[in-house]
């Protein structure tokens, strides 16, 4: 693990370096004194069930296998509506 020394401006940012530029991540703050920097992709809100859903997750990269394989078939889609 590298420790590095950082002092914050005049408005509290610290860098972190280049490598990380455009990246998104949590800021987590522990305690007082400490906070931890997580990377993360975010999910729009519209989006986020499927990857809460495993069935339906299973289920479309399965399509996704299946198109690229140039596999298709009929499927009833009114058996997977709520």
């Given at each position: 693990?590298?420790?590095l020394?950082?002092?914050?401006?005049?408005?509290?940012?610290?860098?972190?370096?280049?490598?990380?530029?455009?990246?998104?991540?949590?800021?987590?703050?522990?305690?007082?004194?400490?906070?931890?920097?997580?990377?993360a992709?975010?999910?729009?809100?519209?989006?986020?069930w499927?990857?809460?859903?495993?069935?339906?997750?299973?289920?479309v990269?399965?399509?996704?296998?299946?198109?690229?394989?140039?596999?298709?078939?009929?499927?009833?889609?009114?058996?997977?509506?709520?």
């Amino acid at each position: 693990m590298e420790i590095l020394t950082k002092v914050a401006d005049s408005k509290g940012r610290i860098t972190i370096g280049s490598e990380y530029a455009k990246k998104t991540f949590l800021v987590e703050k522990n305690s007082e004194d400490t906070i931890i920097l997580k990377m993360a992709e975010v999910v729009p809100i519209k989006e986020a069930w499927l990857w809460k859903n495993n069935s339906a997750f299973t289920k479309v990269m399965e399509g996704v296998e299946d198109a690229q394989k140039r596999r298709f078939k009929k499927v009833d889609l009114k058996k997977y509506q709520d």
